[in-house]
């Protein structure tokens, strides 16, 4: 069965500071690993995905992430966070052998001034 | 914006009623998905559909729901006999063969 892990219900940094959300995961076939962003009053907004390929994946926003096959984790980063992407940030894993996705529960990112 | 809209954003509904709810993806959107999603959690895969088929539904998924995409554009999903475990926002996602999902604003029911 598949299943993703967001270990941090809550993540605080200083604004221009480096950010890391962090996502593990579960899969009994190659996973395929997203990150959404939820602002408040918004809807989920794709950041980026991983399907397969180079490890490291850029996105939106000046966000990327690295796939690490050993750790079966998917976390998300960005070099100089802005106060501006304090969101519900939320990790996805979809089993390449269903069309199934799972979600996270979910991040809390609050950037400080 | 994504371009999925859904209808209605809100709904209220007494316990033992049928509701029912609307998704429309963009055009270049031929696969969707249902999701539910509660307070504090994730979204939670309720069905897939690829065009007019679905391909997958989950186990979680009682017989009082079911989802329909007729003629592979817009989607409905009907629940019958709402109970106040319902209560929850309701999100559709459109997509393509690139595998992300783009979300709608979501149905707002709750169920008293």
């Known amino acids: 069965a598949q299943s993703v892990a967001q270990p941090e219900d809550q993540v605080n940094v200083a604004e221009g500071n480096p950010l890391t959300v962090k996502c593990t995961y579960s899969v009994s076939g190659n996973p395929y690993l997203f990150w959404y962003v939820q602002y408040p009053n918004r809807g989920l907004q794709f950041l980026l995905k991983?399907?397969?390929?180079?490890?490291l994946v850029k996105g939106s926003y000046g966000f990327e992430a690295e796939f690490n096959k050993s750790q079966t984790s998917f976390h998300l980063k960005k070099p100089s966070a802005l106060v501006s992407d304090s969101a519900l940030y939320f990790c996805a894993v979809r089993d390449s052998g269903t069309y199934k996705y799972i979600f996270g529960t979910g991040t809390r990112l609050k950037v400080l001034a | 914006d994504t371009g999925v809209s859904q209808d209605p954003r809100h709904k209220i509904t007494k316990r033992g009623q049928n509701v029912t709810f609307r998704c429309d993806p963009i055009s270049e959107h031929n696969r969707l998905y249902w999701y539910r999603q509660t307070l504090g959690q994730g979204p939670e895969f309720l069905t897939y559909f690829q065009n007019e088929a679905q391909l997958e539904k989950s186990r979680l998924l009682s017989d009082r729901f079911s989802a329909e995409r007729p003629k592979g554009s817009f989607s409905t999903l009907e629940i019958q006999r709402t109970e106040q475990g319902d209560s929850a926002m309701y999100l559709c996602a459109g997509g393509q063969a690139t595998y992300e999902q783009y979300f709608g604003p979501g149905t707002r029911l709750t169920v008293t």
């Open positions: 991983y399907i397969t390929g180079d490890n």
